[in-house]
């Protein structure tokens, strides 16, 4: 019975939130994106290139302004990506795909340019502290879950509502998905639909580097060129198992968020699976969904991966 308290705790729930975050904004990046039409697998990449930028950010200016460079930084790969597939009509797998490789390049050849004497880690910077709500802190059981959390935790939670009434309550939230579906229909009606795909895609790197800045000047405090871990890739997969939804793929990062913090709980108390098991769980979990969900009625956008070339 004590072991299943340990393993169930408030402090199990409340660290859900804080390994759900940087998922849940690669998911919203990724429904936006896919909304519009453009596949984004670059996710990974636009998260690992906010995460060093907001180090360095944070190394130099301190952590807020760094915070602000890691968004910045993300949404330059989403523009990057968007002129790439929009643009000039690159398959969007390897568009995104590189822009995965470049991120992990391009950290390892300047971290020992802008610090000497180190090689894929950056030094500790200065990070965002977490902080307690008096009125959440206050309630029983969900205070302790809710009241003391990283600001970016409640940003990520208050983006789930914002982005689903922009998507499906809003005249560009419209026309996004307009794009997303009949392309032609839309440009035939008088919409842009270059703009709205550069809109969807920058926003969609700009929240992937809202993620990556989490991850390193909140969630930890330096930057890895490995640190990630397949986030990307995961928001990407909870994307798709919330069926391009906002709420949906944030009931699923939960759900992987959960998986990951059940396994350190079960670590540190001792539960007596090799971790090597405890660590792949989260991973398998995300295999798992998918395959069980893609034999199902999950439908992409209709133009979900396909250029448009007007005329």
Not at 271 to 276: D, N, T
Request: proline share 6%; aromatic share 10%.
């Amino acid at each position: 019975m004590e072991l299943l308290f340990k393993l169930f705790s408030m402090a199990v729930f409340a660290s859900t939130l804080r390994i759900a975050t940087p998922l849940i904004l690669a998911s919203l990046g990724g429904c936006m994106s896919e909304r519009s039409g453009v596949i984004n697998i670059g996710l990974e990449g636009m998260m690992l290139m906010g995460a060093f930028t907001a180090v360095v950010g944070s190394f130099y200016l301190g952590p807020w302004p760094g915070l602000i460079l890691g968004i910045l930084a993300g949404g330059m790969m989403g523009l990057l990506h968007a002129f790439m597939s929009v643009t000039l009509g690159a398959n969007q797998v390897i568009s995104s795909t590189a822009i995965n490789i470049m991120a992990v390049g391009l950290p390892n050849i300047l971290i020992p340019v802008i610090w000497p004497g180190h090689y894929g880690i950056s030094p500790t910077v200065g990070v965002i502290k977490d902080i307690n709500i008096p009125f959440i802190s206050s309630i029983p059981v969900i205070g302790k879950v809710l009241g003391h959390q990283n600001p970016i935790v409640y940003v990520a939670l208050i983006l789930v509502p914002v982005i689903s009434y922009l998507l499906f309550k809003t005249r560009i939230g419209l026309r996004i998905r307009s794009v997303g579906e009949h392309p032609r229909a839309a440009d035939t009606l008088g919409i842009n639909v270059y703009k709205m795909r550069y809109i969807a895609v920058t926003m969609s790197g700009l929240l992937a580097g809202l993620g990556g800045a989490f991850l390193s000047i909140c969630y930890q405090s330096q930057f890895s060129s490995v640190m990630t871990a397949g986030r990307g890739f995961i928001g990407l997969a909870a994307m798709i198992f919330g069926r391009w939804t906002p709420k949906g793929a944030m009931l699923a990062c939960l759900l992987f968020g959960f998986a990951d913090a059940f396994q350190a709980g079960a670590q540190s108390a001792g539960v007596p699976i090799p971790p090597e098991i405890l660590l792949a769980f989260p991973y398998v979990l995300t295999l798992v969904a998918l395959v069980g969900l893609l034999g199902k009625t999950a439908v992409s956008p209709a133009a979900n991966g396909k250029p448009y070339l007007k005329g």
